[in-house]
């Protein structure tokens, strides 16, 4: 059974930079691609970063470019993680964010960004951004 778990939110002021971890771990769980969502208080789930399965290629909401940074690590056997800095966070940033990791290697490159791509869930870490 493959396990996504998020860790790093927290309260932090406008500003101030933040890093959040995910870690999918499990048998059957390989190098795939992993994306971070977020869900603010009243909106809709939306896509926030992705990493492709090699970690060369990152994908961006253009909400977060230029100041979040997503990156991954496969070295640990049957162990993979992802991390997402954030710097320079906003009021705006402030949402329940959400680790989403990919069971195949995706056909066409535009599917990193869609929520339904991903089968593999973490339930989530809380970051509010004070103002």
């Known amino acids: 059974q493959v396990q996504v778990i998020e860790t790093g939110g927290g309260l932090v002021q406008a500003g101030a930079s933040l890093t959040l971890s995910c870690t999918a771990s499990?048998?059957?769980?390989?190098?795939?691609?992993m994306a971070w969502f977020r869900r603010a208080p009243g909106k809709e789930r939306e896509f926030v970063a992705a990493v492709s399965w090699s970690g060369r290629t990152a994908y961006y909401a253009d909400s977060v470019k230029g100041r979040f940074t997503i990156t991954r690590d496969n070295a640990k056997n049957a162990e993979y993680t992802t991390y997402l800095q954030m710097n320079n966070l906003t009021s705006g940033d402030t949402a329940d964010y959400y680790c989403a990791a990919a069971t195949t290697h995706f056909s066409q490159s535009d599917y990193h960004e869609r929520s339904g791509a991903y089968e593999l869930w973490g339930s989530g870490t809380q970051v509010t951004v004070s103002s």
């Open positions: 499990g048998r059957g769980f390989s190098t795939y691609p």
